[in-house]
């Protein structure tokens, strides 16, 4: 195949990614209400963490409060599931999605990308703006530099990718069971706890940190806020990099699979 | 009340019809505020106490929150969930039914895979106490009780905001969460830990400290407030006062009500 039509073959995947991206901009009411609820939410926590740390290491508190706005700001990454998989399967819209000439999986982590990222962008800059006028022991903290900025950066979108591949396993289950409130459910609150979003990671034992820091969880979110908060060395950059994608294959592989099982034994629900 | 008694036990035998179902989701429950309870333990290994709250006191104010919020999501699901319930516009049927409007909402659904989130409350109340040699005598029990139902009544009648809300705005609003689920999580510590704002806000406005966290204080023996016992007594009627209060402005709601068709 050359240049140009393995190109074109992308086609339908970038555009589900732009379209899925699009609608997401449509929400900029239910953006600003969130907004409220992760400022509560950041303060209450960093009240808490000022409270832990009584006066004691004001580094760690530091590193701490970032920790925290940088898990609210992209709350909205971590944290959506519009549901459309599952809507599809009961009303019987399956039928449509399946005679598309498209790899299945594939076109379903790219709408979730790009909805994942877009809503995450949209939160971003009113949550930053929210930043300029709180008193300065409650703001966030700056990156440890241009270079830490980047990796962050850089990682965050590897982290997007392996976050959905992540999450196109739930929806395997979920197109299984149809009932998002079970299985899935387990999964998705033990992400809740083990993504860093209830108590940052870094404040674990730390016997407990490499565990920690590796686990598929960690690597959507933990493992781009480390480098916010001091720049990773070349060697450390490369294995945290590195870690990233490998759960990214291995958790595609799973995906896949199961989305395959899944597709072959589809019952197409009414008409 | 007899309409009260029937409606639960009709609801607890239809969600026993997927017995499998409902044991994944209380298990799931089990699971979330598990991990809730891990986190708490884990900031506890770290530092040891929080102001001049030991670990073991925090994991009772840890406990009671979390059984007292399952329980209130358990048999509050009818408000938790009314704003869909006008969207669908099946509120039209409970004006036309001869029977107190509020008792048939509140009424009209159940939620027991939340028994899986009580279950974890209940496990650290136990086991803080146990950690605590905490000495159990009829007062205390009855004080405690106080506080569960007290603590219910005002969840309920902050979920009862929301519910209100949905009166004048179909869509529902995010941010009217803000004082339910942020008052659970702020408030599995008692408000001393927090600056002014949030004490006041939790004190007077959403009042968790006079229903939960000043008597049970009393209750592990470490009051935050120079108070006599009987006192403890009657904080928690704040939470029945919030919730008459809300009774109050939903039912002016109600007169606002315009339904969506169906």
């Known amino acids: 195949m050359n240049m140009n039509a393995r190109l074109r073959s992308l086609r339908p995947y970038m555009t589900v990614f732009r379209l899925r991206a699009l609608m997401e901009t449509q929400y900029r009411a239910a953006a600003l209400g969130g907004l409220v609820t992760q400022v509560f939410f950041g303060l209450v926590y960093i009240f808490l963490?000022?409270?832990?740390?009584?006066?004691?290491?004001?580094?760690?508190?530091?590193d701490t409060i970032t920790y925290v706005w940088l898990q609210q700001m992209f709350f909205r990454m971590m944290f959506s599931?519009?549901?459309?998989?599952?809507?599809?399967i009961m009303s019987g819209g399956v039928a449509y999605m399946l005679v598309r000439p498209v790899d299945q999986h594939r076109f379903w982590v790219c709408r979730d990308v790009g909805g994942r990222l877009v809503g995450a962008m949209m939160r971003l800059i009113p949550m930053l703006a929210v930043q300029f006028i709180l008193p300065r022991e409650l703001r966030i903290g700056l990156p440890d530099g241009w270079l830490s900025l980047a990796q962050f950066g850089l990682s965050l979108l590897i982290g997007c990718v392996c976050l959905c591949e992540l999450m196109s396993i739930l929806d395997a289950i979920n197109m299984k069971t149809l009932d998002k409130r079970g299985v899935s459910a387990i999964l998705n609150l033990t992400m809740m706890t083990f993504s860093g979003n209830v108590i940052p990671?870094?404040?674990?034992?730390?016997?407990?940190?490499?565990?920690?820091?590796?686990?598929?969880?960690?690597?959507?979110?933990?493992?781009?806020?480390?480098m916010y908060q001091s720049c990773a060395a070349l060697p450390e950059w490369a294995l945290t990099v590195a870690v990233q994608l490998v759960w990214i294959v291995i958790l595609r592989w799973i995906g896949r699979s199961m989305w395959q099982r899944r597709l072959d034994n589809m019952t197409v629900q009414g008409g | 009340m007899k309409y009260m008694t029937h409606a639960v036990k009709m609801l607890f035998k239809s969600a026993m019809q997927y017995r499998a179902s409902l044991l994944m989701q209380v298990i799931a429950q089990f699971v979330m505020t598990g991990g809730e309870l891990l986190a708490v333990t884990v900031l506890l290994t770290r530092f040891k106490a929080v102001g001049h709250w030991g670990a073991a006191e925090i994991l009772f104010f840890f406990g009671v929150?979390?059984?007292?919020?399952?329980?209130?999501?358990?048999?509050?699901?009818?408000?938790?969930?009314?704003?869909?319930?006008?969207?669908r516009g099946e509120f039209d049927a409970l004006i036309l039914r001869p029977r107190p409007l509020l008792v048939q909402v509140m009424f009209s659904q159940l939620d027991p895979r939340r028994l899986g989130s009580f279950l974890v409350g209940m496990i650290a109340v136990l086991?803080?106490?146990?950690?605590?040699?905490?000495?159990?005598?009829?007062?205390?029990?009855?004080?405690?009780?106080?506080?569960?139902?007290?603590?219910?009544?005002?969840?309920?009648?902050?979920?009862?905001?929301?519910?209100?809300?949905?009166?004048?705005s179909v869509k529902s609003i995010e941010m009217v969460n803000v004082l339910t689920y942020g008052g659970r999580t702020a408030c599995q510590y008692p408000v001393d830990v927090y600056p002014g704002v949030l004490r006041v806000l939790f004190t007077y406005v959403a009042p968790f400290a006079m229903c939960m966290h000043w008597p049970v204080s009393a209750v592990i023996g470490q009051p935050m407030m120079a108070l006599p016992m009987w006192a403890y007594f009657l904080t928690p009627l704040a939470g029945a006062a919030f919730f008459a209060l809300m009774v109050r402005i939903w039912y002016i709601g109600v007169r606002h009500y315009r339904s969506t068709g169906t």
């Open chain 1, 49 to 62: 963490y000022t409270a832990l740390y009584a006066g004691n290491s004001p580094e760690m508190l530091r």
């Open chain 1, 81 to 88: 599931s519009d549901g459309e998989l599952t809507n599809l």
């Open chain 1, 201 to 226: 990671l870094t404040l674990f034992p730390d016997g407990l940190q490499t565990l920690i820091r590796y686990q598929p969880f960690a690597q959507a979110l933990d493992a781009p806020i480390r």
């Open chain 2, 65 to 87: 929150m979390q059984s007292t919020f399952a329980l209130t999501e358990l048999f509050g699901r009818g408000i938790t969930s009314f704003p869909w319930f006008v969207q």
């Open chain 2, 127 to 168: 086991t803080a106490a146990a950690q605590l040699e905490l000495q159990w005598t009829l007062l205390k029990g009855l004080l405690l009780a106080e506080v569960v139902l007290g603590s219910m009544l005002l969840l309920t009648g902050l979920f009862m905001i929301e519910a209100t809300v949905s009166f004048f």
